[in-house]
């Protein structure tokens, strides 16, 4: 059975850091490519950032680009989302979920899904 946690979030001024964990159970992460949404209130899921399996290639939504990366531990399970200099249109719940990490990744629908970690963005 497919399992996700996603912690890390957290209130933070504009300009500020957090890194989102993601701990994976019941698939083996090395083979499976991996990707983070986010849901801002009122607003449908978007796709923020995917990485492939074997981690060689990334893709980022454009309003993250420059500010956030990705990144996969298969020995820790664990997928991650580093985000610098945050804004507040940043704000809402992240979610990571195995994904297609290719052309049109952020359409499709998945399956399994975590329960998300609040992201406020806010001085």
């Known amino acids: 059975q497919v399992q996700l946690v996603e912690s890390g979030g957290g209130l933070v001024q504009p300009g500020g850091s957090l890194k989102l964990s993601c701990v994976t159970s019941?698939?083996?992460?090395?083979?499976?490519?991996m990707g983070w949404f986010r849901q801002a209130p009122g607003k449908e899921r978007e796709g923020v950032s995917c990485?492939?399996?074997?981690?060689?290639?990334?893709r980022f939504t454009d309003s993250v680009k420059g500010r956030f990366t990705i990144s996969k531990d298969n020995l820790k399970k664990t997928v991650y989302l580093q985000m610098n200099s945050l804004k507040p249109e940043d704000t809402g719940v992240y979610y990571c979920?195995?994904?297609?990490?290719?052309?049109?990744?952020?359409?499709?629908?998945?399956?399994?899904w975590g329960q998300g970690t609040q992201v406020t963005v806010s001085s």
């Open positions: 990485i492939t399996a074997d981690g060689t290639d990334t």
């Open positions: 979920t195995t994904v297609f990490c290719g052309d049109g990744w952020d359409t499709f629908d998945y399956p399994d």
């Open positions: 019941g698939f083996t992460l090395d083979y499976y490519a």
